[in-house]
């Protein structure tokens, strides 16, 4: 069967620090992977998708950056975090064939930046 | 542009009491539509999803949902609530002809279900 890892599960930072968040998906190969970010417990906001190794599509210009260097791994990444980047970011992944794929999500990580 | 509404903030029903969830869509063609739950610090569990076929589509842990292309509406229903149904549940949807990025979620529904 198929899981998905991601971690850390909570994290705290500091203004101004880096930011690196690591999704793997277990069981699969060639999934399509994705980043979202829920504000305030309720709307999901598509940052990142993926449909291959070195191919990202970003869906919101913004202070992050997202990486696939494997197959099966996702990483999400910031140079220098703002406060506005506090927020719960989930990483899913589908499979690649067909539009009727429902996503599978990770247990996200609440990101507070103080 | 594709767009869900999910109308209602929160869904108060009693323990053993049939539930809805409502849930309307809009795609320039046909849709895909889904229902994904998610339980407190965690992510979104997919419970069910509508391709074609039967209007009604049945689901994880007892939940239903009706397809009703003429009012473009999904709604998520269960026979008898449970406490532990409490969540906060997503319906979604995606154009056929759109790229597999293209799934756009609602806002999420809190249901409560009590003793």
């Known amino acids: 069967s198929q899981t998905i890892h991601q971690w850390p599960a909570t994290l705290v930072q500091p203004v101004g620090s880096p930011l690196s968040l690591e999704c793997t998906v277990e069981g699969t190969s060639n999934p399509n992977l994705y980043w979202y970010r829920q504000a305030a417990g309720r709307g999901l906001q598509l940052l990142f998708y993926?449909?291959?190794?070195?191919?990202i599509s970003s869906e919101v210009p913004q202070n992050l950056s997202a990486s696939r260097p494997q197959d099966r791994q996702f990483i999400l990444s910031s140079k220098k975090l703002l406060l506005s980047d506090s927020g719960f970011y989930l990483c899913?992944?589908?499979?690649?064939?067909?539009?009727?794929?429902?996503?599978?999500f990770g247990n996200g990580t609440r990101l507070t930046v103080t | 542009a594709q767009s869900v509404a999910q109308p209602e903030d929160q869904v108060n029903v009693a323990e053993g009491n049939p539930l809805t969830v409502k849930c309307t869509y809009s795609v320039s063609g046909n849709p895909y539509l889904f229902w994904y739950v998610q339980y407190p610090n965690r992510g979104l569990q997919f419970l069910l999803k509508?391709?074609?076929?039967?209007?009604l589509v049945k689901g994880s842990y007892g939940f239903e949902a009706e397809f009703n292309k003429s009012q473009t509406s999904f709604h998520l229903k269960k026979p008898s609530a449970l406490v532990s149904d409490s969540a906060l549940y997503f319906c979604a949807v995606r154009d056929r002809t759109g790229t597999a990025s293209k799934l756009t979620f609602g806002t999420g529904t809190r249901l409560q279900v009590t003793l």
């Open positions: 899913a992944w589908s499979y690649d064939i067909g539009n009727n794929s429902p996503l599978h």
């Open positions: 993926s449909v291959g190794i070195g191919q």
């Open positions: 509508y391709i074609t076929g039967d209007n």
